[in-house]
């Protein structure tokens, strides 16, 4: 899991630093992002099978496909940003928002970036046979398109708060 480290500088700040300080150190919640409820494809040629089995494909590549990374290359390219958000959150957290909803609009914003990662192309490109391949199983919207036929895998990454309370695969 990903953790981050914010730094606050500039400014009279030491209320909010204090605040920080004293959240970080009872913080107990969290935010989680990626395939969470277990969704599976109901449609196409993956019927059936599960999304994160599907992505985790992918994600790392087999034998036969090439690593195409929406999950790691999104990290690489918005992690200062979503820790410069998550700082702007938490400050506004104080008396404004709350911890949890902070948390949860960064959580948010996390997976609609990493949802855009398909729109905005995976690399490699699928090779022009494959992509042939996907015209004439009907899949023509999305013949170009790394990783996506019917836009599930898309639409199943989701955020979710999790407290002290919550266990890893469970609520």
Do not use: C
Not at 61 to 82: C, D, L, N, V, Y
Not at 108 to 136: C, H, N, S, W
């Amino acid at each position: 899991m990903a953790k981050f480290t914010i730094t606050i500088k500039g400014g009279d700040l030491p209320g909010l630093k204090k605040y920080l300080k004293t959240l970080a150190a009872g913080a107990k919640g969290g935010v989680k992002v990626g395939v969470l409820n277990g969704a599976t494809y109901s449609e196409g040629p993956l019927a059936g099978e599960f999304v994160a089995q599907n992505l985790a494909r992918h994600e790392f590549g087999t034998e036969h496909i090439p690593a195409r990374s929406p999950f790691r290359s999104t990290i690489a390219e918005k992690q200062k940003q979503w820790a410069e958000l998550a700082a702007v959150y938490l400050s506004r957290s104080a008396g404004e928002i709350g911890l949890k909803a902070a948390l949860t609009q960064v959580g948010d914003m996390m997976a609609m970036d990493i949802q855009a990662a398909f729109e905005t192309g995976l690399l490699p490109a699928l090779k022009d046979a494959t992509v042939t391949l996907k015209t004439k199983m009907g899949y023509g919207a999305h013949a170009s398109t790394p990783v996506m036929l019917t836009g599930t895998a898309q639409r199943s990454i989701t955020s979710e708060y999790v407290d002290h309370n919550s266990t890893v695969g469970g609520k």
